[in-house]
């Protein structure tokens, strides 16, 4: 069974999930409040590939927000379980859960995917940008969680500082 996919132009579907507070937070909120919306979708917090994604989006943020875009991260994590994950690693923008993954599936980010050569049912991990009008004008799927970010600042034109490397 196949899940059907976003494609570009295509209207986004509506959502409201809680946060890592438990707050209910809908696309139309975050359209509201940043005109552009950079969605992604990631199996589990505080696990490698996840964190990683995660952390990079955060050391974007201000060059994706400067372009006019705001960052939010949807998984079917409890939102405890996000609350732990932004506060062990700083994470500012919101953390949404979809446990019974309704909005997963109708992005078509839950569904088939080849997981160390078997097919299992499970989370994709997936990017989208929707413009303000509602519409998608990115949609990407199977995406590797390392050198993502700076993959997608590049398709949107969004400089990115050099990373730092880490100490010691």
């Known amino acids: 069974m196949t899940t059907p996919r976003l494609e570009v132009g295509q209207p986004a579907p509506a959502f409201t999930l809680p946060d890592a507070d438990g707050t209910p937070t809908s696309l139309q909120d975050l359209l509201a409040e940043h005109g552009r919306v950079l969605v992604y979708v990631y199996p589990a917090a505080m696990t490698p590939g996840c964190t990683t994604e995660t952390v990079d989006f955060e050391n974007a943020l201000q060059q994706l927000r400067d372009a006019g875009m705001g960052v939010v991260g949807v998984s079917p994590d409890a939102p405890e ?16 859960s979809d446990p019974d993954k309704t909005m997963l599936t109708e992005w078509g980010a839950f569904g088939e995917k080849k997981n160390y050569g078997k097919t299992v049912m499970g989370v994709i991990r997936s ?8 519409t998608i004008s990115m949609a990407r799927y199977n995406v590797r969680a390392k050198g993502h970010v700076a993959m997608v600042a590049k398709l949107l034109g ?5 990373p730092q490397p880490a100490e010691g």
């Open 81 to 96: 379980k996000l609350a732990r994950f932004r506060d062990k690693y700083g994470i500012t923008f919101p953390l949404l």
């Open 127 to 134: 990017t989208f940008v929707v413009e303000s009008d509602g």
């Open 158 to 162: 969004v400089e990115l500082p050099e």
